[in-house]
């Protein structure tokens, strides 16, 4: 014999897990019953994956993977080589009479405000390879087909693909906390045994830019390239677009504007591309010299440090954002 009590509680569980009425009025159900279904009901609520459980699975997943780990060394060695490399001729010119090139018996000073620039500029290096980073992270999913698992476990694609940002950018932040870190004591060796200039009036500024925009630089540029995979879906054609942007269009920019006079505003555009307005920002707008008497002769508008810090940022939500809807609307492949 059947229990009728049993009956009307698995019609009343069917119906909600279909999200339809329960077919029996919930008053005719005994009050146990009702008690069993909404414990039933908040048990299938708490177990499905909060976003802290997201954020661990993303990170899991990327520790697990070999190209991280390798891109991520792979960055923090560029950080440290182009470091040692600025550093050496920094320190070469101050050991050497330009105009007989002979050695002095007593180098000159080095600028404080050259040491921190060259510490500064050494993250600008390994930003291609923490935009292939930021692109495998997210095309990888698509590549084998993970992107299925990763949507079943949590069918939010939102919440998925915040987590996968932020632990990408969790990622890209320690590889530049240690790159900076190895920089600086690449930087200390090389300037051992040499008198430093301080820093004066708006020079000062070098310090913080170095110290908190060189790593949240590493974050942003990791972030922009996550948002273009995932908007090309494609591991070669996120690179090819990183590489473009990051190498290419700048450049391609810069010499039509030296070239053509007519057109020298393309200058203005070469620098609101993105690794332009990487470099610029991390410069500090701080210029020697030599750099100075040559901008004099431009006749282009070059944004100051802080308005090439927001470029960026632009660049980085519109496509991070363009990232996101398309992981929330595109079907997955």
């Keep these: 014999m059947t229990d009728p009590d049993k009956n009307q509680t698995a019609d009343v569980n069917a119906a909600n897990a279909n999200g339809m009425e329960p077919a029996v009025s ?4 005994p009050a146990a019953s009702r008690a069993a279904v909404r414990r039933s009901n ?54 050497i009479d330009i105009a007989t090139g ?12 050259d040491l921190w620039a060259v510490l500064a500029s050494s993250g600008s290096t390994a930003a291609l390879v923490i935009g292939i980073f930021g692109v495998m992270a997210i095309t ?35 590889s530049g906390i240690v790159g900076i870190l190895l920089a600086s004591g690449t930087l200390l060796l090389f300037a051992r045994g040499y008198d430093v200039t301080p820093l004066t009036g708006d020079q000062w500024r070098i310090i913080p830019i170095t110290v908190v925009g060189f790593p949240l630089v590493i974050v942003l540029i990791a972030l922009m390239s996550l948002g273009l995979g995932a908007l090309t879906r494609s591991t070669v054609g996120g690179v090819s677009v990183v590489v473009v942007l990051l190498m290419v269009l700048s450049s391609v920019l810069a010499i039509v504007s030296m070239a053509v006079s007519r057109v020298s505003w393309l200058g203005t555009l070469a620098y609101l591309t993105p ?4 470099n610029n920002f991390l410069g500090g707008s701080i210029r020697s010299d030599a750099v100075s008497s ?34 929330q609307r595109a079907d997955v492949k």
Excluded at 26 to 29: C, D, F, G, P, Y
Excluded at 102 to 112: G, R, S, Y
Excluded at 146 to 169: C, E, H, N, W
Excluded at 308 to 324: D, E, F, N, T
């Design 102 to 113: 002979k050695t002095l018996d007593h180098p000159k000073p080095l600028a404080a405000a």
């Design 26 to 29: 919930e008053s005719r159900v």
């Design 275 to 278: 690794d332009m307005a990487m």
């Design 140 to 174: 990888s999913e698509y590549t084998t087909s993970a992107i299925q698992s990763s949507l079943t476990a949590d069918p939010r694609r939102g919440m998925f693909y915040a987590g996968k940002s932020i632990a990408v950018a969790l990622y890209a932040l320690a």
């Design 42 to 95: 908040r048990w299938s609520r708490r177990i499905r994956l909060s976003f802290l459980g997201v954020l661990k699975a993303e990170l899991l997943k990327l520790a697990s993977l070999n190209s991280t780990w390798i891109l991520l060394g792979l960055a923090s060695a560029l950080m440290v080589g182009m470091a040692a490399l600025s550093a050496w001729t920094t320190t070469f010119m101050a050991s």
């Design 294 to 327: 040559v901008s004099t002769l431009q006749d282009y508008w070059i944004p100051e440090w802080w308005q090439s810090g927001l470029i960026l940022l632009a660049w980085v939500a519109a496509a991070w954002i363009g990232g996101l809807v398309v992981t």
